[in-house]
């Protein structure tokens, strides 16, 4: 075991969060004024000690997972809660890895514009995978959103400063927008559930102050094609009745990871899923 420095602990945590990140993410998410041969060394000394361990592919980013001895080192360490999964194989985190990096590089864009505004959001403010479990209304069949992340952002405006949380869901132009749209509707039923029982609060409350927006991001195929989904997916929300009729309760935009990239998050880069369409910053006014 080698005597990890303090950017090799942090490394080591952000990667078994994130189960798979590139060697220029980690540099970005835990010390972007270091030189990326720097990053590389550190990040060897870890595979040297049996930490973490890279996925290498022609033309792509090498990508860090961290091994099992790996997860044990953070577990105990306890700055994280512990996942309940491992990474199951290289075979397996070859077909995983274009998405969950770009959930990565979604987060990315939100810790970029906290540092430049002085607002708060780190490498650990986004939580990926979470499972969001509820009965639906005859109480004997169960419901399930699993947001490919949950994302926390604090908003200083002029010194008020306000908690954002976003459900994110990342999208790679590998399903019919039918089905994306879908999600949207559980999103929906997600919210607006009443479990059986005078005075039970909805289970979203127990987790959440608000609900969360929904944010859908679009990738995996070149600008135009993006936007032609964009206005698909838009077309579908109005078309749903259980979605078009959620505006007011539950707020749903989409962006694309091109845009979230040049502008960053809080400039006018998504388009309302519901309403007239304009562009507004991810956290912007829907109304």
Avoid: N
């Amino acid at each position: 075991m080698i005597a990890m420095d303090a950017f090799q602990r942090e490394a080591l945590t952000v990667v078994y969060w994130h189960r798979l990140v590139t060697t220029e993410q980690v540099r970005r998410l835990v010390a972007p004024r270091l030189s990326p041969v720097t990053v590389r060394a550190k990040l060897a000394g870890l595979r040297r000690a049996g930490l973490a361990d890279r996925i290498i592919r022609e033309h792509r980013p090498r990508t860090w997972h961290v091994t099992p001895a790996g997860a044990e080192v953070v577990e105990s360490a306890g700055t994280v809660d512990a996942r309940a999964y491992r990474l199951p194989g290289t075979a397996v985190a070859h077909l995983l890895q274009e998405h969950t990096l770009d959930v990565v590089e979604t987060g990315l864009t939100f810790v970029d514009a906290a540092r430049a505004r002085g607002d708060e959001c780190g490498p650990l403010s986004w939580t990926p995978e979470v499972a969001h479990r509820f009965r639906d209304r005859a109480g004997d069949r169960r419901g399930v959103v699993i947001a490919d992340a949950v994302l926390h952002y604090v908003l200083d405006e002029a010194g008020r400063r306000s908690q954002r949380t976003l459900f994110v869901e990342l999208d790679r132009a590998t399903m019919p927008v039918a089905r994306l749209a879908r999600k949207l509707a559980g999103y929906v039923r997600y919210h607006d559930h009443a479990p059986a029982g005078a005075g039970r609060r909805p289970p979203w409350r127990e987790r959440y102050p608000r609900f969360p927006r929904v944010l859908i991001v679009l990738s995996g195929a070149e600008q135009h094609l993006l936007d032609r989904r964009l206005v698909d997916l838009r077309a579908h929300a109005q078309a749903m009745p259980v979605v078009s009729t959620a505006a007011g309760r539950v707020d749903m935009v989409a962006t694309t990871l091109p845009r979230l990239r040049a502008a960053g998050p809080l400039e006018r880069v998504a388009m309302p899923l519901l309403g007239d369409p304009r562009w507004v910053p991810v956290f912007g006014r829907l109304t």
